[in-house]
């Protein structure tokens, strides 16, 4: 649904090749707008599919781009990865203007992927997409046992947190007393 | 194994039988997205995930999951009975069982009927399944911040447990021969406050009990050691006396006291078994003593069923016999005498007493 083509910045991105198609075309012209990832891939994606995100809607409300400026300054993702974007604005595209379906079968079903989405989706504040991906995650140990859920969910041990604590202060010590000594030094 | 072992499971170590790819780091989630995951877990998924660690516990906590009804109970193994008030047909159970040695546990069992659904959670007992419970049970109570609705003290070893756990309770259950003296049942009634219903099974005593009982409602089994004062003094609504030694006359003495209005003002249903040597003509005259009941009028608004507890409801029939008695309030006690059987010397009699107000 969404078009894609490789950027050399986020200062001067690369022309989509082509837009989005809808069955039924809008009497009055679709506004469109730019969005890049960490691997600079931009997306050309309507106003209507980015409504999905309270984050990107937030700044198309403040902004009042024309066309043109719009795909001069594509909005940049940097914390997050090309594959994400991807699935996240195909997923935008998807539902643009549709109610959601109670189970979403266009979800990815890599579980590797998971995480990074999850994160992702909360950062554009996506929430329907938001609550799809929490539900995968439940689903990741139904009928689990506690040793199974402890595994998928790496859940650490009482020692193990502990041990992390216990690391971390140390950590933080150390980095304090050589603060103190930089300090020093530099009154010196 | 001990306690630690089977349910604390913050013991256990991860036996990476899962690929990568199938991992999720959980706790690395945003505070909100994290809790958004975990309120999308089922109560027997929550429970294992919130004995994992003392971290997973804290997550578990911070979510305002719905009350929970616990019931402790004992049903051939022990068993915590869970469900939700908004959906009573829904049950979760976690079971601790002994028979099934080669099960692989804990595992899970999904049962299904045209009117209820059941998830079993079943653990392995571990050879102290009564300490594993508790624990289990304060965890639950933790976590889903809910009190337990109904207890079984199924075991004098419980008595303790509950009094300084949770001393104010909606619904007891005794079974019979837990409670072995009257000394124990005292400890109970003073220490643990039942504000629904109390059902006590047979108990070994040769001693009489004179104080009152305070729950709602109170059943009963062999009640040849409970007094007069103990029923008259009380304020239960429902009162069921199996196998009761009270005599015509105490039944008189207890018509007499409600009709007064001063003792038994809350009461609604009293049931009381009795045994008596007298026939149905001396027998009424001593139960209506001074009392001159008016004959019934069928049909006239007395309720048909009264409710004993959240699961039995006792119907008294619209053909039944019975006379009336007036209150100054305007409140009606019926009164029931039906015939239970005989042992060729002695009658078997149920008095019953159901209090009413005509509908205007």
Request: charged share 25%.
């Amino acid at each position: 649904m969404s078009s894609t083509e490789q950027g050399t910045s986020s200062a001067a991105p690369a022309e989509p090749t082509t837009a989005p198609e809808s069955a039924a075309a809008p009497e009055v012209p679709e506004s469109f707008y730019y969005v890049h990832g960490k691997d600079k891939v931009v997306h050309k994606v309507s106003a209507g599919a980015l409504q999905h995100s309270a984050l990107i809607h937030g700044m198309i409300s403040n902004l009042g781009y024309t066309e043109e400026q719009a795909k001069a300054n594509p909005f940049p993702f940097e914390n997050i990865d090309g594959d994400i974007l991807q699935m996240v604005v195909d997923w935008c595209n998807q539902h643009k203007g549709k109610p959601t379906p109670p189970e979403d079968t266009n979800l990815p079903k890599q579980k590797e992927k998971l995480f990074d989405l999850v994160l992702a989706v909360n950062y554009l504040e996506i929430k329907e997409l938001l609550t799809y991906c929490c539900k995968q995650v439940a689903m990741m140990v139904k009928g689990k046992s506690p040793e199974e859920i402890r595994e998928i969910w790496m859940i650490p041990t009482d020692a193990e947190d502990e041990a992390a604590e216990k690391e971390a202060k140390k950590r933080a010590g150390k980095e304090a007393a050589g603060e103190t000594a930089a300090a020093a030094g530099d009154a010196k | 194994m001990n306690f630690q072992e089977a349910l604390d499971f913050s013991g256990l170590q991860i036996q990476k039988q899962y690929p990568k790819k199938h991992k999720f780091p959980l706790l690395k989630l945003p505070k909100v997205v994290l809790l958004e995951c975990i309120e999308n877990l089922d109560v027997l998924e929550i429970i294992p995930f919130s004995l994992l660690s003392k971290r997973a516990k804290t997550i578990a906590k911070l979510i305002c999951w719905s009350p929970l009804d616990i019931c402790f109970r004992f049903n051939r193994t022990l068993q915590i009975c869970l469900k939700l008030s908004t959906d009573p047909d829904r049950k979760w159970i976690i079971n601790y069982k002994t028979n099934y040695k080669t099960e692989k546990y804990p595992y899970y069992i999904f049962e299904k009927s045209d009117s209820s659904v059941s998830h079993h959670f079943v653990l392995n007992d571990n050879g102290n399944p009564a300490e594993d419970s508790k624990r289990m049970v304060e965890h639950i109570c933790d976590v889903f911040r809910s009190p337990i609705s109904d207890f079984h003290i199924f075991d004098e070893s419980f008595i303790e447990w509950i009094i300084n756990f949770q001393p104010i309770i909606r619904n007891v259950l005794i079974p019979n021969y837990v409670v072995r003296s009257i000394e124990t049942l005292d400890r109970i009634l003073k220490n643990l406050k039942v504000t629904e219903n109390f059902h006590l099974g047979s108990i070994k005593t040769d001693e009489k009990y004179t104080e009152p009982i305070s729950s709602r409602s109170v059943t009963i089994k062999d009640s040849f050691w409970i007094t007069l004062p103990s029923i008259i003094n009380g304020t239960n609504s429902i009162i069921y006396l199996y196998n009761s030694i009270f005599t015509p006359n105490d039944l008189n003495t207890i018509l007499k006291e409600w009709r007064m209005g001063i003792k038994l003002r809350n009461l609604e249903f009293l049931v009381i078994n009795i045994s008596t040597m007298l026939d149905w003509g001396r027998f009424t005259d001593e139960v209506f003593k001074d009392l001159n009941p008016t004959e019934s009028n069928k049909n006239v608004g007395r309720p048909t069923k009264v409710k004993i507890d959240d699961e039995i409801t006792y119907t008294l029939g619209e053909e039944e016999e019975y006379v009336n008695l007036i209150r100054s309030d305007g409140m009606i006690g019926s009164v029931f005498n039906e015939y239970a059987g005989n042992d060729g010397e002695k009658i078997f009699r149920r008095f019953m007493l159901q209090v009413w107000r005509r509908q205007p």
